[in-house]
């Protein structure tokens, strides 16, 4: 069968039931195939649409996304998402389109050097050079993507060769001597992490995305409330340890509460699990919880005393290894009253500062506020896309993660133009369950061409705008680290009063049902009706334009230094 | 709070960073033989921000496989980073932090040097004490062949420089373990 055709199948035998993607001269073979294939196919407006669909979906599903672009400036516009797939371990498989053979390296038309361009965003990637190789190849790719620490794998396929008549013979195993993860950990290890957990006295378990991408949620429930101790999760890993919960401490790090860091930064043991350490929770170095030893899983061994040296390293897959731990901690029979002094000071902490801010005075709406009330109208049942900035932080804060997989973001990367695209392929991968994206002015017009996929798919997907008028994130930089020297951080100066463009005219223009909201009063009633109605909704939210995000560790700073 | 402003020296851009020096490592590599490996490999340590110090490539016994020998600087912290983000690129089988002592480790180099009639025969007297190899002799210059240690290496270029080295050639090293145990 044709090489293209052969695709498909390898797709369907992957499991493969959506794909996201955008067309072109080099990929035209494939798409050909896509008409008999029945492999649903999502068309996005621009082809970071489809990366991001792709990471979108996987991250809604724990399934391998899929993402299809042509050569030239359609991988270029991949590269985002590439590498927004690498620095949050999402599993995806790209497939760019190629110029013809005998056009590599010419310059020629569309051509770019895919490979090139993505080989230090990668995990792994192949130009495929004989069509006979793609079963194999595709095979490998999503095993690739899918195992270890997961991540993005690009396919590039010259355009000649996608349409040689090859074999097509179903591959299942994989022939790959220089990858093999190390998922079991060593029980020797496991048994010291348990023994050094049951002497601690001011122990933090610090969660990270690592849990919710190895789905070892439960495993993770488990071994907090067996040992009671205290949790904090990163960005990345909210939602797998369940909030509001008593043992709970909130997120952690630049603008994660002060319990948690304050914890952190007098623990004397902490538990990192699926989580490397970014320079977003340990603030300065030298001075990141100065008193603590270090347990350190992840599947990734170069993950382990790259930023934090580790006293005990354990390299394996966090769900075959926290059971164990916590049936070696269970054995120890630690006593639980050593615990109690250290609750107490958390206690008071969290008592003495709760996640708070001031409510309007003018009756503006508040973009806390906003969090807060999606939260309640959801019932904390949806699934969150955030887009990057000061509402992202928000929805961090305020809506509480109950489950994995319901906070869909770009953690690493931070990637503005992020949640919408993501949102329609976690909506595909999850359809029964609401999904709400949540940006601000800025980011929603990055990509907010893909309303149009939205509209065309019919996904009855919910956008939240946080209009302040301004790049927020930014606007907070300028303003407690610049003098407020506000440079080219407002959005909106154009024709006076009104917030530009007008939002809701222009979801009117794709056929989504707009409306704006600016009354506090109703707001939680207003989102009600809206997420109510049926199909996509549009909602431009006015809040007040001055606003926030804290506490704060400042950039370099400590953990016991927070401000605000 | 911090004061961006505040311009950075360039010793606390230094303290800050990983511009450390310890040994010099000897990495020898063995990765699949196919296309773009060794771009990858090389990738990574740019952007890791690490300097090679030198690089060479071969077949093994293996047509499947080639040995990629690196020597660089670094303190031990940061090779171990190298090292285990080496480990993660699909195509690498197997690195071995080579044990300077328990380690053979050849160099070859090639040197042009000037000569006039007097000079040419001190050259050659020391390419033999070296035991060089002349391998070509013009009217106004000469070509040497060294093979053998850095040290070695350093040493006969620092005796011919005086004579006006012409032009020099080195390969990088390649490196084997002792013992019975392979690489
Ligand atoms: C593609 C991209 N460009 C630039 C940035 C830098 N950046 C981070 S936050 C931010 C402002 C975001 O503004 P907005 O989307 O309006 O959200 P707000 O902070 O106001 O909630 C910018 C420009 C980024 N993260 N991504």
Redesign the interface.
Known sequence: MRAVDAIMECLKAEGVDVVFGYPGGANLPTYDAFVDAGIHHVLVRHEAGAGHAAEGYAKATGKVGVAFGTSGPGATNLVTPIMDAMMDSVPVVFFTGQVRTELLGTDGFQEADT??LT??AV??SF?I?DPRELPRTIHEAFH?AGTGRPGPVVIDLPQDLSKVDIPYEPITDVH????QPRTTGNQKQIRQAARALASARRPVIYAGGGVVLGNASEELRALVREGGFPITCTLMGLGAYPAPDPQWLGMLGMHGTRAANYAMDEADLICAIGARFDDRITGKLSEFAPRAKFIHIDV???EI??NI?AHIPIVGDAKQILPRLTDEYRALEADRPRLDAWWQRIRTWQERHPLAYEPAQDGGIKPQSVIEAIYTVTGGEAIICSDVGQHQMWSAQYYHYPEPRRWINSGGLGTMGFGLPAAIGAQMGDPERTTVVVTGDGSIQMNIQELATIRQENLPVKVVVLNNGYLGMVRQWQE????ERYSHVEMNTYGGEDAFPDFVKLADAYGIRGLRLTNAETLEDDLRAAFAAEGPAFIDVRVTRNEKVYPMI????AARDM?G | MVDTNELLSLDELEAAGNIRTGRKHVLSILVENKPGVLTRVSGLFTRRGFNIDTLSVGPTDDERVSRITLTLDGALHPIDQVVKQLHKLVNVLKIKDLEPTETVARELALFKVSVDGPTRSEIRELAEVFRGKVVDIGKRSIIVEITGERSKIEAFERLVRPYGLVEMIRTGEVAISRGRDET
């Open positions: 490979i090139g080989m230090p995990k792994h130009l050079t690739i790959l001597p220089g990858y990734d061994p170069a005393s790259k040296p407690l680290f610049w003098q400042a950039p370099g700073e401000v």
